[in-house]
């Protein structure tokens, strides 16, 4: 069942509270400062879409926190078919690439691994570890790749508890306007 905006919307809102993982921001706060981020560096509706809606996942997911810590929770696969047939690819494929591309800038960028926060660093062993450099290169070829590690570096500093973005109405906005045209 595909999410509409206003759906979007409702959970982030209602279930947007929660912490982000061992972070100090909640998950409202860091799709919020994600997506101002990428607004900042120029980026257009659906790259901006992608940055606010890439851990919806996690709001959507079943697992619970303990669960989180200790095995992936996939979160970027859960959202994709909620948000397939309301927004195209190019807000789609950031979205389920971002954890990908975490993985492949620990191999591109000798310094990123050590710059992740212990929360993020803790995660990337449970998602696979860094890519091998025959991994990274397949990777970065891929459409949407170098969307998706945009993506990743904004999501990265995404966690600062005083930053004040826009808010969420100012997103939402941007996110109906990336909606698919039906």
């Known amino acids: 069942m595909a999410l509409q905006p206003e759906e979007i919307t409702r959970i982030f809102l209602q279930d947007g509270a929660a912490q982000y993982g061992g972070e100090a921001v909640t998950q409202l706060q860091h799709a919020l400062q994600c997506a101002h981020l990428a607004e900042l560096s120029g980026a257009g509706p659906e790259l901006?879409?992608?940055?606010?809606?890439?851990?919806?996942?996690?709001?959507?997911?079943?697992?619970?926190?303990?669960?989180?810590?200790?095995?992936?929770?996939?979160?970027?696969?859960?959202?994709i078919p909620f948000l397939r047939g309301v927004f195209p690819d190019a807000v789609i494929e950031p979205i389920r690439l971002h954890v990908d591309a975490k993985r492949y800038l620990c191999m591109a960028d000798a310094g990123y691994w050590a710059a992740l926060s212990p929360t993020s660093q803790r995660s990337l062993e449970l998602q696979g570890g860094p890519f091998s450099p025959e991994q990274a290169a397949a990777f970065i070829e891929r459409p949407y790749a170098t969307d998706a590690v945009a993506l990743r570096r904004w999501d990265d500093q995404a966690k600062n508890p005083a930053a004040t973005p826009p808010t969420w109405v100012h997103y939402a906005a941007l996110m109906r306007r990336a909606c698919l045209q039906t």
């Open 48 to 79: 901006i879409t992608a940055a606010l809606l890439h851990d919806l996942g996690h709001l959507l997911s079943t697992k619970t926190e303990v669960q989180s810590q200790t095995e992936d929770d996939v979160h970027q696969y859960i959202a």
